[in-house]
């Protein structure tokens, strides 16, 4: 990036809250049936149908903001929102305007060893609007059909201070936002579900100048990588444009994953566009300070307290108990592997190894593998005793992995424990070292590589099983003698 300017970004996240009907109404906000199917009077816009709120999605909002470290609104109310679009049969959305239920939070992030501070201006309660299906590209579609069943879902919107400077943190930003919703259990976040979304506001401006610049709005970013991308190609296609003298206007841009380009979609609105004003059909939200307490005292152990746990306890480094807070079960497999093998930093190196290619190969969360820590902590045993060795192990973990059998079943069913007696193996290198004599004696010429060809004789005569460190150990001694 141009070293002139510096880019400056803001977040607007929502959040689906996961109640089990939506916030004005009792329709049911499971995710994939039929279009149109979880639709009723109040959540569909008929005329006369009357808003109740929803008390589990305040709740929601309340855990939020304290895991966000926000103030707690002791009166809110929700207002309307006016827009037209076909997604929205009331031509407005019950919103919170100049009265949000949580403001002036923060949380922390680490990007390359620099850590970050990012306000929160604000979270507040609205209902999600239905959603467009469209026949191609957002701005290339001939038409697009219109599903509902999302109308009404509670949303909580989440927007960040202008603080940061970069994709990376934006995306880092994102990232701990989707882990803190995790451990409330406020949201299962899954972006491609459309439960976590996110809106991206960048500008540019000169180095040391605090003056904000001309801000663009880029929507529905879809994932971390999608993220990143667009706020560096905004970014650097802003500085090109003000270095070609052009003026930037204020508008809201698309990301094209395929093209990896923003296009322009519309004029960016200000507040007064939407021309907010109180529901009339809602009333003024009061939140009981008691209420707020037995929230706080429920809160569960978040991802900063779970980090700090994991580096005192054991002793790891900031990258791994980032990495292994960074959803709930991630977490709860590491505590409960660790109890049955105490080695922390062999665990963690296998989750984050072996165990996250996997997971991401697959499209899968660890809860959707059959693998159990008590069988991780099993094969970590049997490595650490030389059953196996580590080359091994990673056949086996696979077969784990998919088949939720145990290291000592597949072993046996394989055939695969390490070869560690030494009477057998030095026989087995006898045989190698009689039948290379050119090799060895390259080896006793200086050759080291003629030595690594011995030990991959030594383990293809045991099918890979022979315990490498005993190989090197037996083979030394025995070319000593040559």
């Given amino acids: 990036m141009d070293r002139e300017y510096e880019i400056v ?24 049936a039929e279009p149109n199917t979880q639709v009723c009077p109040v959540c569909s816009g008929f005329p006369g149908a009357l808003p109740v709120l929803n008390r589990q999605a305040v709740e929601y909002a309340i855990r939020t903001g304290l895991a966000l470290n926000c103030e707690i609104a002791e009166v809110c109310k929700f207002d309307r929102k006016n827009y037209f679009y076909p997604d929205l049969p ?31 201006i604000r979270a507040h309660l609205e209902e999600d609007a239905g959603k467009l299906v469209h026949q191609g590209s957002i701005t290339t579609t001939t038409y697009s059909l219109v599903n509902l069943n999302r109308c009404g879902v509670p949303l909580l919107e989440i927007v960040s201070q202008p603080d940061m400077r970069s994709g990376a943190e934006a995306r880092a930003y994102l990232e701990k936002l989707r882990s803190i919703c995790l451990f409330a259990g406020v949201s299962d976040c899954k972006m491609e579900e459309g439960s ?5 506001n960048v500008s540019v401006r000169p180095k040391g100048s605090s003056k904000l610049g001309t801000r663009v709005e880029i929507k529905n970013l879809n994932s971390f990588r999608s993220l990143e991308r667009a706020i560096e190609y905004e970014a650097r296609r802003q500085i090109e444009a003000l270095e070609d003298g052009e003026e930037l206007v204020q508008e809201t841009r698309t990301w094209d994953e395929e093209k990896q380009v923003t296009r322009s979609m519309r004029s960016k609105e200000e507040a007064h566009d939407y021309r907010y004003f109180p529901d009339p059909d809602l009333p003024p939200l009061r939140i009981d300070r008691e209420w707020v307490e037995r929230v706080r005292a429920s809160m569960p152990e978040m991802p900063d307290q779970a980090q700090q746990r994991l580096i005192n306890t054991y002793g790891l480094s900031d990258y791994d108990a980032n990495w292994l807070t960074s959803t709930p079960q991630t977490l709860e497999f590491f505590d409960e592997t660790v109890k049955h093998y105490p080695d922390a930093k062999a665990v963690s190196n296998w989750m984050m190894g072996d165990f996250s290619r996997l997971l991401n190969q697959n499209n899968m969360e660890i809860a959707d593998s059959k693998v159990t820590p008590q069988y991780l902590a099993e094969m970590l045993r ?36 390490q070869i560690s007696d030494q009477e057998t193996l030095q026989k087995i290198i006898d045989e190698v070292v009689a039948g290379n004599p050119k090799v060895v004696e390259d080896y006793k010429n200086g050759k080291e590589k003629a030595f690594g060809f011995l030990v991959g004789q030594v383990m293809k005569a045991t099918r890979g099983q022979a315990n490498p460190a005993l190989v090197n150990e037996i083979l030394k001694e025995r070319l000593m003698r040559e």
């Fill in 9 to 32: 970004v803001g977040l607007e996240v929502h959040v689906e809250l996961k109640t089990a009907t939506k916030i004005f109404c009792s329709c049911s906000t499971a995710f994939g």
């Fill in 90 to 120: 009331n031509a407005y959305q019950i919103s919170q305007y100049d009265q949000p239920i949580c403001k002036n939070g923060y949380l922390d992030i680490n990007v390359d060893g620099k850590h970050s501070r990012i306000g929160i």
């Fill in 196 to 200: 976590l979304r996110c809106d991206a």
């Fill in 382 to 417: 049997l490595i650490e005793k030389g059953t196996i060795s580590g080359k091994m192990a990673k056949t086996i973990f696979e077969e784990m992995f998919f088949t939720g059998k145990s290291p000592e079943e597949i072993i046996k069913e394989k055939g695969m424990q």
